[in-house]
């Protein structure tokens, strides 16, 4: 619930590398090796780890040597392991085949699967994380038990195996006792030292003294004496892997945290002064970093990567392009000219160091210095540092090599010769390459993060110094071993002959599932149009016969070339004679266009842009059945509808030509290119210079009549392009003798086109009485209906003279009104019989029902009206009403329609959403002023309305059913109450205790229960002030109430806010029960305030508190400042931020959410108890007993462990 508020770690951390995530195809082969020609390995799930110290050993040449030299003789064969009497050693057998793949097999990544189902893992222990120096020891201890009785069996005590010895030095009479120890890897602090060398001087060169109440037992002396204790290397392995111990737990916060401040390492040693024996040469002694396993993130979950250096150069090392113009910058600046480089932005100390530098004093304020650093990266320390380094007092704290804090710590200055931010000072035991010169062809290093892997260079191992992404595993080698001149650029060297076979084999099987993919994958659809089947009409191409095929569908390869499809094609058409173009055609409302040819015959399709699907024409590439086409975007045509005048032509119903046969006007479909002018289309429909060319208007009147607009006489040099015309598009040509016409009006830029009589009309269908439900079907009412067409105009006399008529015809007798129907055919009020079609809102060309009833007048209105809670849950009528009519009088006439008995109803009204509304309280009111209109509806409810001088709200009520911590749970429905408006809260929550539902309710006065208001099941305020009147409170007839029993009385004032506080739980991502606070804003609204609220109920100390209020809408949280921003005394104070305003608008029942930053004062003590909660102390002593309910604990950590077989 609480999110990251409580989490100090990352928890959520990527398991695999960052980058955007490929999705293979279905089929799809694994991609071949990249540039720099190395092999990553796939990660499971949560096997980062795992695949850190695999691709470390396989770089240990001499490791996967030994781990070569064995074979099937002495490890068994795979394909023999499901045997019951054969020992396989299964794990080196595994490691043997992935080693190869890594080395020989073309592919992006290997997989571990193999491997890891040779461990016995299973899918859960695959996406588990674990430790990577955990597993160092245990995949070690588990070679050295499956190679037990063969010729490798000491081959792992041979390459890492190394001794210390301990020794206690009596100062009486000077004897020695020493113990040895033998040790794998090294386990070096991390806390609390600057690097490698100061950690290996505090083991191996300081001495720990027995002295004062810790003295030591003597066995020659056999008495407690004073003696020093010291350790030295006795004996040093080939290689010598260094665990840095990164992960430490907090005693006083209760939890674990990872170290990330500064951790230097160099990339050669010399280890003589830790050694025991010092007589050998310096490289004996020797040794030169070779592997850096890194870490990233938190100490509950985070990426494993590592930093490798390629010793037998078996990748293509390449530097970064980013690296080379800044190397060549750099050299071009004079020695005597002061430079500050720009610092790398992901590195606060450089970043840091370069702002104080070009300080002359090399000293600030640290207020200053934050702004300058805003300044100089373009945002402050906390949104770009404070993730992963902390407060910047801290950070600056912690390199307290670097930087010197004065006076009281305001001020922070350079120390003299502080060590630079990105490399180390030369020495003995560290010798680093500066940021100017070239790396050494032989050091060239790569990152291999899972499944990638990049060249670095050298100096960026130093960027694994400090952060949350920093280095934990070290691998040296010594100096003295040398590789031989084979294996240098030979994956292959010392490689079995039987996994070269099997590498050889997967490499052809690879090679060919790629061949075939690229095959499948790089076919592309064409469609291939000849020229012969082909002729040009209006500026498109459209076929001569409809019966015969347009197109020919070819399968191509998009990687062959121009003209390898030329021939292709040459060779189906066997009669073609002469040139053949290929050019990319589009099919087009108007017919087939041509855009570019393919010209050039030594580019591929793939290069030409065609796509699968693609359309090509294949002409001669100038002119088709004698007839040039133009080609190009340009010249696409566009099909236009053509309209002419046909004044003299009557035409029976249907017998017209296009949409509008009989509306007087003919429509012809005509295509045009779209570079043409609209003189030129003029031309081609052969019309005078006389004539009229006008486009249609859009969103002309109703009733048959549409405008045109005319284009002007300039108009006629412009393209219809030019004129955004588009296909479809409506022309209409006038001739001169046809503009004085009676249809057509012209006046000035625009033309009407009146229809003729025959098209003016309006379809009046009659409709019966309709039947009730569970009548006569469909078909026997659609035998009732009669349809008429009615000649009609805009300026019919009224509506009155066409319903009388029809009355007559259809239905003798009877009244009857005219209605209009919708889309649904749902039939619409009626129409007033006074007014004329226009002015009744009736279009021509529309439907229109006689219907039996009565029409409304101009002074009446038609209303509909139910009875029930609902539109449909009881009987539905109409109604017609004069509008000058009260609310009561329409609500005598629905009860009377209704026949209802008595008269305990009143009215309602319907919404828009069909939703019934609030009911009409005025009776006196009169329709009109009330804005009711024609087709408005009413709901008849049963009730009465509260007398007007008393004016009663009508409540839903709901009970808050609580914890006794305070936590609600649910809310259910105990009644309604009816109360005036002028009774009091106090009042109310008598009333509310008098429900059935309340009964057992034992509450001592009004004053022990909390009424909330609610909106949409939320609870939104409190309702404050006893003696407040409902209406003084703004509430409404309707609003639900929800009511909540306190333990102890409550009077919260207009400014006291009660809150939800939940305090997070030290070291676990859980909180305790939420709790109430009424905090009392009238004084200080601000976060200082609440801060000291809180810490005086809990009893801690302000600045141990950070606070955030809980965002339910966007399921976030928000913090409040923690830190009063210092003011120049020049500068005013700043007015202090109001909780109660912008951004926060802190309300009652919102969520704080607390974190103590300092638990020296809240360590917690859990005390196992029964049932789900357990009881909670403080060492202090201070604040009440708490009970805490369950807490979501992390889930536990599992041991990591590989079955291995008996092999004895």
Same mark, same amino acid.
């Given at each position: 619930?609480?999110?990251?508020?409580?989490?100090?770690?990352?928890?959520?951390?990527?398991?695999?590398?960052?980058?955007?995530?490929?999705?293979?195809?279905?089929?799809?082969?694994?991609?071949?090796?990249?540039?720099?020609?190395?092999?990553?390995?796939?990660?499971?799930?949560?096997?980062?780890?795992?695949?850190?110290?695999?691709?470390?050993?396989?770089?240990?040449?001499?490791?996967?040597?030994?781990?070569?030299?064995?074979?099937?003789?002495?490890?068994?064969?795979?394909?023999?392991?499901?045997?019951?009497?054969?020992?396989?050693?299964?794990?080196?057998?595994?490691?043997?085949?992935?080693?190869?793949?890594?080395?020989?097999?073309?592919?992006?990544?290997?997989?571990?699967?193999?491997?890891?189902?040779?461990?016995?893992?299973?899918?859960?222990?695959?996406?588990?994380?674990?430790?990577?120096?955990?597993?160092?020891?245990?995949?070690?201890?588990?070679?050295?038990?499956?190679?037990?009785?063969?010729?490798?069996?000491?081959?792992?005590?041979?390459?890492?195996?190394?001794?210390?010895?301990?020794?206690?030095?009596?100062?009486?009479?000077?004897?020695?006792?020493?113990?040895?120890?033998?040790?794998?890897?090294?386990?070096?602090?991390?806390?609390?030292?600057?690097?490698?060398?100061?950690?290996?001087?505090?083991?191996?060169?300081?001495?720990?003294?027995?002295?004062?109440?810790?003295?030591?037992?003597?066995?020659?002396?056999?008495?407690?004496?004073?003696?020093?204790?010291?350790?030295?290397?006795?004996?040093?392995?080939?290689?010598?892997?260094?665990?840095?111990?990164?992960?430490?737990?907090?005693?006083?916060?209760?939890e674990r945290y990872k170290e990330t401040g500064r951790y230097t390492f160099p990339l050669t040693i010399n280890l003589r002064p830790f050694c025991e024996q010092t007589e050998d040469e310096d490289s004996e002694y020797s040794y030169e970093l070779f592997s850096v396993i890194i870490h990233k993130g938190g100490c509950y979950g985070g990426h494993y990567h590592v930093y490798i250096k390629d010793m037998d150069h078996l990748g293509l090392w390449?530097?970064?392009?980013?690296?080379?113009?800044?190397?060549?910058?750099?050299?071009?600046?004079?020695?005597?000219?002061?430079?500050?480089?720009?610092?790398?932005?992901?590195?606060?100390?450089?970043?840091?160091?370069?702002?104080?530098?070009?300080?002359?004093?090399?000293?600030?304020?640290?207020?200053?210095? !934050?702004?300058?650093?805003?300044?100089?990266?373009?945002?402050?320390?906390?949104?770009? +540092?404070?993730?992963?380094?902390?407060?910047?007092?801290?950070?600056?704290?912690?390199?307290?090599?670097?930087?010197?804090l004065v006076n009281n710590g305001t001020r922070v200055a350079l120390k003299a010769n502080p060590p630079s931010p990105v490399t180390q000072p030369s020495s003995p035991a560290h010798t680093t390459p500066g940021p100017s010169s070239t790396p050494d062809p032989g050091s060239h290093w790569f990152d291999l993060n899972d499944s990638t892997v990049t060249s670095i260079h050298e100096r960026d191992v130093e960027k694994m110094y400090q952060g949350?992404?920093?280095? +934990?595993?070290?691998?040296?080698?010594?100096?003295?071993?040398?590789?031989?001149?084979?294996?240098?650029?030979?994956?292959? +060297?010392?490689?079995?002959?039987?996994?070269?076979?099997?590498?050889?084999?997967?490499?052809?099987?690879?090679?060919?599932?790629?061949?075939?993919?690229?095959?499948?994958?790089?076919?592309?659809?064409?469609?291939?149009?000849?020229?012969?089947?082909?002729?040009?009409?209006?500026?498109?191409?459209?076929?001569?016969?409809?019966?015969?095929?347009?197109?020919?569908?070819?399968?191509?390869?998009?990687?062959?070339?121009?003209?390898?499809?030329?021939?292709?094609?040459?060779?189906?058409?066997?009669?073609?004679?002469?040139?053949?173009?290929?050019?990319?055609?589009?099919?087009?409302?108007?017919?087939?266009?041509?855009?570019?040819?393919?010209?050039?015959?030594?580019?591929?399709?793939?290069?030409?842009?065609?796509?699968?699907?693609?359309?090509?024409?294949?002409?001669?590439?100038?002119?088709?059945?004698?007839?040039?086409?133009?080609?190009?975007?340009?010249?696409?045509?566009?099909?236009?509808?053509?309209?002419?005048?046909?004044?003299?032509?009557?035409?029976?119903?249907?017998?017209?030509? !296009?949409?509008?046969?009989?509306?007087?006007?003919?429509?012809?479909?005509?295509?045009?290119?779209?570079?043409?002018?609209?003189?030129?289309?003029?031309?081609?429909?052969?019309?005078?210079?006389?004539?009229?060319?006008?486009?249609?208007?859009?969103?002309?009147?109703?009733?048959?009549?549409?405008?045109?607009?005319?284009?002007?006489?300039?108009?006629?040099?412009?393209?219809?392009?030019?004129?955004?015309?588009?296909?479809?598009?409506?022309?209409?040509?006038?001739?001169?003798?046809?503009?004085?016409?009676?249809?057509?009006?012209?006046?000035?830029?625009?033309?009407?086109?009146?229809?003729?009589?025959?098209?003016?009309?309006?379809?009046?269908?009659?409709?019966?009485?309709?039947?009730?439900?569970?009548?006569?079907?469909?078909?026997?009412?659609?035998?009732?209906?009669?349809?008429?067409?009615?000649?009609?105009?805009?300026?019919?006399?009224?509506?009155?003279?066409?319903?009388?008529?029809?009355?007559?015809?259809?239905?003798?007798?009877?009244?009857?009104?005219?209605?209009?129907?919708?889309?649904?055919?749902?039939?619409?009020?009626?129409?007033?019989?006074?007014?004329?079609?226009?002015?009744?809102?009736?279009?021509?060309?529309?439907?229109?029902?006689?219907?039996?009833?009565?029409?409304?007048?101009?002074?009446?209105?038609?209303? +509909?009206?139910?009875?029930?809670?609902?539109?449909?849950?009881?009987?539905?009528?109409?109604?017609?009403?004069?509008?000058?009519?009260?609310?009561?009088?329409?609500?005598?006439?629905?009860?009377?329609?209704?026949?209802?008995?008595?008269?305990?109803?009143?009215?309602?009204?319907?919404?828009?959403?069909?939703?019934?509304?609030?009911?009409?309280?005025?009776?006196?009111?009169?329709?009109?002023?009330?804005?009711?209109?024609?087709?408005?509806?009413?709901?008849?409810?049963?009730?009465?309305?509260?007398?007007?001088?008393?004016?009663?709200?009508?409540?839903?009520?709901?009970?808050?059913?609580?914890?006794?911590?305070?936590?609600?749970?649910?809310?259910?429905?105990?009644?309604?109450?009816?109360?005036?408006?002028?009774?009091?809260?106090?009042?109310?929550?008598?009333?509310?205790?008098?429900?059935?539902?309340?009964?057992?309710?034992?509450?001592?006065?009004?004053?022990?229960?909390?009424?909330?208001?609610?909106?949409?099941?939320?609870?939104?305020?409190?309702?404050?002030?006893?003696?407040?009147?409902?209406?003084?409170?703004?509430l409404c007839s309707g609003v639900e109430f929800c009511v909540q029993q306190l333990l102890r009385e409550e009077d919260l004032g207009p400014k006291e806010v009660l809150l939800r506080v939940q305090m997070g739980v030290p070291g676990e991502r859980g909180y305790y029960p939420p709790e109430d606070l009424v905090w009392d804003a009238s004084r200080d609204p601000s976060p200082r305030s609440l801060r000291s609220a809180l810490a005086s109920t809990?009893?801690?100390?302000?600045?141990?508190?950070?606070?955030?209020?809980?965002?339910?809408?966007?399921?976030?949280?928000?913090?409040?400042?923690?830190?009063?921003?210092?003011?120049?005394?020049?500068?005013?104070?700043?007015?202090?931020?109001?909780?109660?305003?912008?951004?926060?608008?802190?309300?009652?029942?919102?969520?704080?959410?607390?974190?103590?930053?300092?638990?020296?004062?809240?360590?917690?003590?859990?005390?196992?108890?029964?049932?789900?909660?357990?009881?909670?102390?403080?060492?202090?002593?201070?604040?009440?007993?708490?009970?805490?309910?369950?807490?979501?604990?992390?889930?536990?950590?599992?041991?990591?462990?590989?079955?291995?077989?008996?092999?004895?």
């Amino acid at each position: 619930m609480f999110g990251s508020l409580f989490e100090e770690e990352e928890e959520g951390f990527s398991l695999a590398p960052s980058g955007g995530r490929v999705v293979k195809r279905e089929g799809e082969p694994p991609p071949p090796r990249g540039r720099v020609n190395l092999s990553g390995i796939k990660n499971q799930g949560g096997t980062c780890y795992l695949n850190s110290l695999l691709q470390t050993l396989l770089f240990t040449p001499e490791f996967r040597e030994e781990l070569f030299s064995l074979g099937p003789k002495e490890l068994g064969c795979l394909e023999d392991k499901d045997k019951p009497e054969a020992k396989v050693r299964v794990i080196p057998l595994e490691l043997q085949r992935l080693f190869a793949r890594l080395l020989l097999v073309d592919q992006q990544s290997a997989s571990t699967g193999d491997l890891t189902d040779s461990f016995g893992w299973n899918n859960s222990e695959e996406s588990r994380q674990h430790d990577v120096q955990e597993l160092n020891r245990i995949l070690f201890s588990a070679l050295e038990h499956s190679l037990v009785d063969t010729s490798g069996s000491a081959f792992i005590q041979h390459l890492y195996h190394g001794t210390t010895v301990n020794s206690i030095r009596c100062k009486e009479c000077g004897n020695i006792s020493q113990r040895q120890e033998d040790f794998l890897d090294l386990t070096v602090c991390v806390r609390g030292v600057c690097g490698l060398e100061g950690a290996l001087w505090d083991m191996f060169v300081e001495e720990e003294m027995f002295e004062g109440s810790n003295l030591y037992r003597c066995g020659q002396c056999d008495q407690l004496v004073t003696a020093a204790k010291s350790a030295k290397l006795r004996k040093l392995p080939p290689f010598l892997t260094v665990s840095l111990l990164r992960f430490n737990f907090d005693f006083a916060r209760c939890e674990r945290y990872k170290e990330t401040g500064r951790y230097t390492f160099p990339l050669t040693i010399n280890l003589r002064p830790f050694c025991e024996q010092t007589e050998d040469e310096d490289s004996e002694y020797s040794y030169e970093l070779f592997s850096v396993i890194i870490h990233k993130g938190g100490c509950y979950g985070g990426h494993y990567h590592v930093y490798i250096k390629d010793m037998d150069h078996l990748g293509l090392w390449e530097p970064p392009v980013r690296e080379r113009g800044r190397e060549e910058e750099r050299t071009t600046i004079k020695k005597e000219v002061r430079v500050y480089p720009e610092p790398e932005k992901d590195d606060p100390l450089s970043v840091l160091s370069s702002i104080i530098t070009q300080e002359e004093s090399r000293s600030m304020l640290l207020d200053q210095l !934050g702004q300058r650093l805003m300044d100089k990266i373009g945002s402050s320390w906390s949104k770009k +540092y404070r993730k992963l380094h902390g407060p910047i007092g801290k950070f600056l704290q912690n390199h307290s090599d670097v930087f010197v804090l004065v006076n009281n710590g305001t001020r922070v200055a350079l120390k003299a010769n502080p060590p630079s931010p990105v490399t180390q000072p030369s020495s003995p035991a560290h010798t680093t390459p500066g940021p100017s010169s070239t790396p050494d062809p032989g050091s060239h290093w790569f990152d291999l993060n899972d499944s990638t892997v990049t060249s670095i260079h050298e100096r960026d191992v130093e960027k694994m110094y400090q952060g949350k992404e920093s280095a +934990y595993m070290l691998f040296y080698r010594k100096t003295l071993l040398r590789r031989p001149s084979g294996a240098l650029r030979n994956p292959g +060297y010392k490689v079995p002959p039987h996994l070269l076979e099997m590498a050889e084999e997967e490499n052809r099987r690879l090679q060919q599932r790629r061949e075939e993919f690229e095959a499948s994958n790089n076919s592309v659809e064409l469609r291939l149009h000849l020229a012969p089947r082909y002729r040009l009409e209006n500026g498109a191409l459209k076929p001569i016969s409809i019966e015969q095929k347009e197109a020919t569908n070819l399968t191509f390869d998009l990687r062959r070339t121009v003209g390898d499809l030329r021939m292709i094609i040459y060779q189906m058409q066997n009669l073609w004679d002469g040139d053949m173009a290929l050019t990319v055609a589009k099919s087009l409302p108007a017919g087939l266009h041509l855009y570019n040819t393919l010209t050039d015959d030594e580019v591929s399709l793939y290069s030409a842009g065609i796509l699968t699907g693609t359309d090509l024409f294949v002409w001669n590439g100038r002119e088709v059945c004698g007839a040039t086409v133009q080609t190009g975007a340009e010249w696409e045509p566009m099909l236009l509808t053509v309209v002419r005048p046909s004044l003299g032509e009557e035409e029976e119903d249907g017998g017209g030509e !296009g949409e509008e046969g009989g509306s007087g006007l003919s429509k012809e479909s005509r295509g045009f290119a779209g570079r043409v002018t609209l003189g030129e289309v003029r031309e081609a429909l052969g019309e005078p210079q006389e004539s009229l060319l006008c486009q249609e208007k859009r969103g002309g009147e109703g009733g048959g009549a549409s405008g045109w607009r005319v284009f002007p006489p300039g108009d006629m040099q412009r393209t219809l392009k030019e004129l955004a015309l588009k296909d479809g598009d409506a022309l209409l040509v006038l001739e001169p003798q046809t503009q004085d016409s009676s249809v057509f009006s012209v006046s000035g830029d625009m033309v009407t086109v009146t229809t003729p009589s025959d098209c003016r009309w309006l379809q009046v269908e009659y409709r019966p009485e309709r039947r009730r439900r569970g009548g006569g079907g469909e078909g026997e009412e659609d035998e009732e209906r009669m349809r008429a067409k009615v000649p009609a105009s805009g300026n019919m006399v009224n509506m009155c003279l066409l319903s009388l008529h029809w009355c007559v015809y259809l239905c003798p007798g009877v009244a009857c009104c005219l209605r209009q129907v919708d889309r649904t055919g749902k039939l619409l009020p009626p129409v007033c019989e006074e007014l004329s079609v226009r002015d009744a809102g009736v279009r021509l060309m529309t439907s229109l029902s006689l219907c039996p009833g009565t029409a409304p007048k101009d002074t009446q209105l038609f209303l +509909y009206f139910s009875v029930g809670t609902a539109p449909s849950s009881g009987l539905e009528g109409e109604i017609i009403v004069e509008r000058s009519s009260t609310v009561k009088q329409v609500g005598n006439d629905c009860v009377s329609f209704g026949l209802l008995v008595g008269d305990g109803w009143h009215l309602r009204r319907l919404d828009w959403c069909e939703e019934v509304g609030e009911a009409l309280m005025d009776e006196e009111a009169s329709l009109s002023e009330l804005k009711m209109s024609h087709g408005d509806a009413l709901v008849i409810t049963e009730g009465r309305l509260p007398p007007k001088e008393g004016m009663k709200l009508c409540s839903l009520v709901k009970m808050c059913v609580c914890l006794v911590g305070g936590a609600m749970v649910e809310l259910r429905t105990v009644g309604q109450v009816e109360i005036s408006e002028e009774a009091t809260l106090e009042e109310l929550k008598t009333q509310v205790l008098t429900l059935p539902a309340l009964q057992y309710v034992c509450v001592p006065t009004p004053a022990f229960l909390r009424v909330w208001q609610l909106e949409g099941q939320r609870l939104t305020r409190i309702l404050r002030g006893q003696q407040h009147t409902l209406r003084k409170l703004k509430l409404c007839s309707g609003v639900e109430f929800c009511v909540q029993q306190l333990l102890r009385e409550e009077d919260l004032g207009p400014k006291e806010v009660l809150l939800r506080v939940q305090m997070g739980v030290p070291g676990e991502r859980g909180y305790y029960p939420p709790e109430d606070l009424v905090w009392d804003a009238s004084r200080d609204p601000s976060p200082r305030s609440l801060r000291s609220a809180l810490a005086s109920t809990y009893g801690l100390s302000p600045d141990s508190l950070l606070l955030a209020m809980h965002q339910p809408h966007t399921h976030t949280w928000e913090t409040f400042s923690n830190w009063s921003q210092q003011v120049s005394k020049r500068k005013k104070k700043k007015k202090a931020e109001s909780l109660l305003g912008a951004p926060f608008h802190l309300k009652d029942g919102d969520i704080i959410g607390v974190k103590v930053t300092n638990t020296a004062l809240w360590f917690i003590v859990l005390v196992a108890g029964q049932g789900a909660g357990a009881e909670v102390e403080t060492n202090q002593g201070v604040g009440p007993e708490k009970k805490m309910g369950p807490i979501k604990a992390r889930k536990p950590e599992v041991a990591l462990s590989i079955n291995v077989g008996v092999f004895r």
